[in-house]
């Protein structure tokens, strides 16, 4: 095998895995899915802009990562810096009312759901950058 002749592949070419990470990325696109229904099911409450532009770019995210596009990462690391700031108000918020409170399992209650979406929000992209990079390291040999 010459190691200096060009690859196979087109760099376009989506990633073929079919190992545990290609089923990890199919349901992380059914996340991203389920997600933008729920948004836009929300707009049968109050119509307003956010649940639409977040039930776009879910959209986006979860048809890249179904088709295995290595576009689709730049989908889920906006996903993720948008967890991260929206953490960053909610912790805000919680101070300005009093957190900590005086019960402890009151505190933790309170935070867990946004330490959840923090949890999502740092572990998605973490596993699509090494999903993408594995592929593209198959592509080079």
């Known amino acids: 095998m010459n190691p200096y002749a060009p690859p196979k592949a087109r760099v376009s070419d989506p990633p073929h895995d079919d190992g545990p990470s290609a089923w990890v990325t199919k349901f992380l696109a059914l996340f991203f899915a389920i997600l933008s229904v729920l948004s836009l099911l929300s707009l049968l409450n ?30 889920v690391y906006l996903i993720s810096m948008l967890l991260g700031l929206w953490f960053a108000w909610y912790l805000s918020t919680l101070i300005a009312g009093g957190w900590p409170y005086a019960s402890a399992t009151r505190s933790v209650g309170w935070l867990f759901p946004g330490l959840l979406l923090l949890m999502l929000g740092v572990a998605a992209p973490v596993f699509v950058t090494r999903v993408f990079r594995k592929s593209n390291e198959a592509v080079g040999q």
Do not use: E, K, N
């Open 46 to 75: 109050r119509l307003s802009l956010l649940p639409v532009a977040v039930a776009c770019l879910c959209s986006v995210a979860s048809i890249g990562l179904w088709r295995s596009r290595p576009w689709s990462r730049w989908a």
